[in-house]
């Protein structure tokens, strides 16, 4: 997985064929200069860091969609997931490390 410099997407890519597997963009320009990837343990899901506009998107790459998104005060700088995968950790420019756990969603609420 990579970010595109030139069309501010995320792309998914074959290694051993060099082809792009899936293109993930954000609905606004959410994605911009990308600081920081990392993918859970069954290449499921990725999160990303952008310095550009200061967010940390969670990434689903079967769907190719934005599951879910934070955005910080400052640029964000890095991101990774914890061992368990139901944190991440995300650090900004100004020395700020933000843990972000993740929850299941309960669609059936209003």
Known sequence: ????????????????????LRTLEAQTSEIGRVTGLALTSDGRHAVSSSSYDETVILWDLEGGKKIASFTGDHPMTACIFTPVERTIIAGDESGRVHFLQLVEADETRA
């Open 1 to 20: 997985m990579s970010p595109s410099h030139r069309d501010d997407t995320l792309r998914l890519w074959n290694l051993e064929t060099g082809q792009t």
